[in-house]
């Protein structure tokens, strides 16, 4: 049985990989929301491939809008890939400490006091 | 299916942003009850996981593409929905403050359908086919399955009811789409809950082993 070093490194390590590979080979069709948004609005066929030249129309009148410092996990055209990699990493370790860090403090706001 | 701002009117995510705060905080009193310090990076390396594998966009055909979500992982694993709505919040938090993947006024839907209904639907569709089938890998299978597709079809009608889709059409194309990549969803689950129950048998939740009640 792994001890809970091995576990969390060979667990950071996996995660590092598919993120990685998911730089280089993930897809660059819309997700399922954009894809349906797209038949919505006419631009694509329920079955058939998406356009090359279909473009989400996105409602702003009265809509909240934000503009992440990493959007769509890369660091803009001129980085290309290695903008990916570093924002997944990024990401893939915040989300590690992020849920350590609160699970711990919550655990010692829990203890009770003796 | 991380929902963007520009779908959902301010004051429909606000009202969704509320009742996902009542289940965020069920959330934290699981995580302070249930947690331990053998647990607790379990949690830590799941979350990591699960953010890493919902980068990973694979395609579905149709023109489409799809990315694990990974509630009923989470809920399966650690034995409660309310671990896929603590590792799911946190997921989503993360990736709508410096990804820009989902809004942020739209945060509060996407917990709600990605965290609390995948984790409620992953977590008791697990429970019921193993206590059926005592099989795991096809009662994790269904779980992982239908907890991308539900969700899904909440998302549609959350879409009409912001008057974003018409809710025939909505429901249709987010029924199909999500139906297959369910099923990616479904054998991702299955592999990441075979290689953790092997590395540490101990952290996962004895009904993932045992059949509940068994």
């Known amino acids: 049985m792994m001890d809970n070093k091995t576990f969390i490194i060979a667990g950071i390590v996996i995660a590092l990989a598919i993120g990685g590979i998911a730089v280089f080979f993930a897809s660059g069709d819309p997700d399922g929301l954009e894809s349906t948004a797209l038949v919505v609005q006419g631009q694509k066929e329920l079955t058939g491939s998406t356009p090359e030249d279909a473009e989400l129309h996105e409602e702003t009148d009265g809509r909240f809008s934000y503009t992440a410092p990493m959007p769509d996990y890369a660091l803009g055209d001129e980085m290309g890939p290695t903008g990916g990699i570093i924002a997944i990493v990024a990401g893939t370790f915040i989300a590690f400490v992020v849920v350590m860090g609160i699970a711990y403090g919550l655990k010692k706001a829990g203890k009770p006091v003796k | ?214």
């Open chain 2, 1 to 214: 299916m991380h929902i963007p701002d520009a779908f959902i009117p301010i004051w429909q995510g606000a009202i969704y942003w509320i009742i996902a705060l009542v289940f965020i905080a069920l959330a934290l009193k699981w995580a302070r009850n249930e947690m331990n310090e053998e647990k607790l990076p379990l949690v830590a390396v799941l979350a990591a996981g699960i953010f890493a594998l919902q980068s990973f966009n694979l395609p579905v055909s149709m023109g489409t593409s799809g990315h694990l979500v990974g509630g009923a992982l989470a809920a399966i694993i650690l034995g409660s929905p309310f671990a896929a709505i603590f590792i799911l919040t946190l997921v989503l938090i993360v990736q709508a403050v410096l990804f820009g993947d989902g809004g942020i006024t739209t945060l509060g839907t996407n917990i709600i359908n990605m965290g609390v209904i995948g984790g409620f639907v992953g977590f008791y569709t697990f429970r019921g086919l193993m206590g059926v089938s005592k099989n795991m890998p096809v009662s994790v299978f269904f779980a992982a399955w239908l907890a991308c597709l539900i969700p899904a079809l909440c998302c549609a009608v959350e879409m009409f009811v912001a008057g974003t889709f018409p809710l025939m059409e909505g429901l249709v194309a987010m029924g199909i789409y999500h139906a297959i990549i369910g099923v990616i969803e479904g054998f991702v689950t299955v592999a990441a809950v075979y290689l953790i129950a092997t590395a540490r048998p101990d952290l996962i939740d004895s009904g993932v082993v045992a059949p509940a009640g068994a």
